[in-house]
């Protein structure tokens, strides 16, 4: 869902000009009928065409976020196909939102260091990508890159989820992670179920109608402090989902360098610092948060004071 290779760009690029048919696709001699069916049929799978009857008339863009992202990444002209073939696709998109390393690229992509390394050089060389004491970024200057990223991100992952579950809606995306939420009945090979529906491994019972699922394929098990998280971004505004979230972290315990990290990657770190000194006593002043008098009872009625 998040690669493409050149022949499948050339072809939606040929579909965004009006060639609206496999027949149109082949009349100039770039495609055999059969590669360009293959083609149409691969961009349908990764939700960037409509779906529908291969043979007629009426080949176009779908809907879908990161279709329109795609199309205006081609038709604007403004970057080569190269720079988004194949895994570069997927560097760029891991750093979409915030600089990362070197070797935190290489986790995210499932890609070896060199491999990385090599693809960065050439990306740098393209101007779209700097990396500067292994930090990989995409240059300020370049927001149409970075919003062409960021869009064709988010949209990916929501063909993603809609593969996999067809009522699951997405309630956080960045770069090549998300969250999202399906019916409590829909039970998903693969996908780690997060938040609020993961806590009753725990022992805290929390009942909903919904399940809540985390999709990272190089994170294939969560901690306690990133269900703790994952709750926060669900529902940033919550109190309730805070005192849950604070619960699972007292009853269970936590690393606070792994918190703090992870928290300030999310950028909710000034959410979780305030959360931290709650759980140490400290009295906070922050609206969201509970009252002490009601957490303690919250803790006690797990035992957990």
């Not at 979230?245 to 606070?256: P, T, Y």
């Amino acid at each position: 869902m998040f690669t493409l290779t050149r022949h499948e760009l050339e072809a939606f690029e040929a579909v965004c000009s009006g060639k609206d048919s496999i027949k149109k696709m082949t009349d100039g001699g770039d495609y055999s009928g059969r590669t360009a069916y293959r083609l149409v049929t691969s961009l349908r799978q990764k939700g960037l065409l409509f779906s529908g009857n291969t043979n007629e008339d009426g080949l176009k863009p779908s809907s879908s976020l990161h279709s329109a992202a795609l199309r205006r990444y081609v038709t604007s002209k403004r970057h080569p196909f190269d720079v988004i073939t194949g895994s570069k696709l997927l560097i760029l998109i891991s750093v979409s939102s915030s600089p990362k390393s070197l070797d935190t690229v290489a986790e995210e992509t499932l890609l070896s260091r060199g491999t990385v390394r090599v693809l960065a050089c050439s990306l740098r060389n393209s101007a779209v990508l700097t990396v500067e004491d292994d930090m990989m970024r995409i240059p300020r200057s370049n927001a149409f890159m970075t919003q062409f990223l960021q869009d064709f991100a988010r949209g990916a992952n929501m063909a993603m989820v809609q593969s996999k579950s067809r009522e699951g809606t997405v309630l956080w995306s960045e770069g090549l992670e998300c969250i999202f939420s399906a019916a409590s009945t829909t039970v998903l090979e693969g996908m780690s179920k997060t938040a609020a529906s993961a806590f009753h491994d725990y022992g805290i019972q929390l009942i909903g109608y919904t399940t809540y699922y985390h999709m990272a394929h190089w994170r294939p098990k969560l901690r306690a402090e990133d269900l703790a998280l994952h709750q926060l971004l669900i529902d940033p505004q919550s109190t309730r989902g805070i005192s849950y979230s604070l619960l699972l972290l007292r009853k269970v315990g936590f690393n606070r360098d792994y918190l703090t990290k992870e928290a300030k990657r999310l950028r909710v770190w000034d959410l979780v610092k305030e959360m931290i000194h709650c759980l140490s006593g400290l009295r906070v002043h922050n609206p969201l948060l509970p009252e002490m008098t009601e957490l303690e009872e919250l803790f006690r009625e797990y035992g957990v004071m």
